[in-house]
């Protein structure tokens, strides 16, 4: 088993910065991908960031130039460093990794609001 802690959600004004974490732990043999997906009130989850084991990332277009994300392989540890932070930045951020199958962090709050 796999188990996913996020840290670093909360509660930001506009144009603010937060940065989550997330720390795998477990039945860790080689993890491929690592991401941060989001969830609003209302939406679909959307992909937010990924990151592949040899460092190439990839971002939703809304948070580029804002967003960055980062990978510890020795820590298994995802990070996203979130600037500029919009009040349509609000979600639910759950982390992601793949490792042979899906697993999922139990989400952590983001709300951008003044």
């Known amino acids: 088993q796999v188990q996913l802690v996020e840290s670093g959600g909360g509660l930001v004004q506009p144009g603010g910065s937060l940065r989550l974490s997330c720390a795998a732990s477990?039945?860790?043999?080689?993890?491929?991908?690592m991401g941060w997906y989001r969830q609003a009130p209302g939406k679909q989850r959307e992909l937010v960031a990924t990151?592949?084991?040899?460092?190439?990332?990839n971002y939703a277009d809304s948070v580029k130039g804002r967003f960055t994300i980062s990978r510890d392989n020795a820590q298994n540890t995802v990070h996203l460093q979130m600037n500029s932070l919009k009040p349509e930045d609000t979600a639910v951020y759950y982390c992601?990794?793949?490792?042979?199958?899906?697993?999922w962090g139990q989400g952590t709050q983001v709300t951008v609001s003044s």
């Open positions: 990151i592949f084991s040899g460092g190439i990332t």
């Open positions: 992601w990794i793949n490792q042979r199958y899906d697993y």
């Open positions: 477990g039945s860790i043999f080689g993890i491929k991908t």
